[in-house]
């Protein structure tokens, strides 16, 4: 027997009504998905990569730049020099000090002082013994304070030293600090200043950042979330290309890290997830700041991050 048209679409509407009632008495389990296989849970959202170590590098004194040792794209070095301050003036500071700090000259002339008080003293103190009236006793006191005075002298000339060393410890400091110095390795990826330019104390030259190491971010659902522990090992795959079937040779590579950090709070966004933190090591730069991933956890993986992949680690990953 025929069917009418109108009757096959009264039938397709039933049908379509019935699967969505279905699928609204069981839905996913939260807005933000996941995945699981048995000890692998592969989320859904993708997880984000960013900075562990970044920095803007500034000029500790206020001054003018002379020069600048790196370019955009150059590799920093801990502790070694990305460029210099206008230095004359310290230069010349640094100078007078040391010159103060070595001059000695007070010192021995108040040691000379001194052996010349205590011979004069010595020599009253033998008249004395011989008879009471070939020295006064008043000239005796006099000898006697002045051997006190020559040692205060003396003192006081080697205190002035050590405050003309301490000067020259602060000259050398403020020298040093016309130095800027990477807090850290890495790479230089905006400059902010060139030679030529002024800048105030602690304004930023440079932005640094460290590629060898980087953090990815993603939530995991609340049901899933006090299954996750740190220490546990994660995998991600970038994705480049959004959802087209051509991946790029990147995407298909498998970068290996490990949980270091789970936020307390629920996320604020629907509250139905918490945020997760994975570090991964990144010796080839292939990681990027910024990057999207596809996170897979090995929930029974903690304390193995570094260990060859389980058995069933591509599940869910090749979709």
Do not use: C
Not at 115 to 135: C, H, M, P, Q, W
Not at 283 to 298: C, D, N, Q, V
């Amino acid at each position: 027997m025929l069917i009418s048209k109108k009757a096959a679409a009264l039938a397709a509407g039933f049908l379509a009504a019935l699967s969505a009632a279905t699928l609204a008495q069981n839905p996913a389990p939260n807005g933000r998905g996941a995945a699981s296989a048995g000890d692998v849970l592969v989320l859904q959202e993708p997880a984000t990569l960013e900075w562990i170590e970044k920095a803007d590098v500034a000029a500790l004194r206020e001054g003018v730049i002379e020069r600048m040792e790196l370019q955009i794209g150059a590799e920093a070095i801990k502790g070694k020099p990305i460029g210099y301050l206008n230095s004359k003036m310290a230069e010349l500071a640094v100078a007078k000090a040391k010159v103060a700090s070595s001059n000695k000259g007070a010192i021995q002339k108040a040691e000379a002082q001194k052996e010349l008080a205590i011979a004069v003293l010595a020599t009253s103190y033998n008249l004395v013994r011989r008879g009471k009236d070939f020295v006064p006793q008043e000239e005796v006191r006099k000898n006697e304070a002045e051997v006190k005075v020559a040692e205060a002298m003396r003192i006081e000339a080697t205190e002035q030293v050590k405050v003309a060393e301490a000067e020259l410890a602060l000259a050398e400091r403020t020298l040093a600090e016309h130095e800027i110095v990477a807090p850290f390795d890495g790479v230089v990826y905006e400059r902010l200043k060139n030679p030529g330019e002024s800048v105030r104390a602690n304004e930023a030259v440079v932005k640094l950042g460290n590629l060898n190491k980087l953090r990815a971010w993603a939530y995991v659902p609340l049901e899933y979330a006090s299954r996750v522990k740190e220490g546990q090992r994660v995998e991600i795959r970038l994705l480049l290309q959004g959802r087209r079937d051509e991946k790029l040779p990147l995407e298909m590579k498998r970068f290996v890290g490990k949980i270091t950090f789970i936020d307390p709070q629920i996320g604020a966004v629907a509250e139905t997830a918490v945020r997760v933190y994975a570090d991964f090591e990144n010796p080839t730069h292939e990681l990027r700041p910024g990057f999207h991933a596809e996170m897979t956890i090995f929930l029974s993986s903690e304390g193995q991050a570094n260990s060859a992949p389980a058995v069933g680690a591509n599940i869910g990953l090749n979709r």
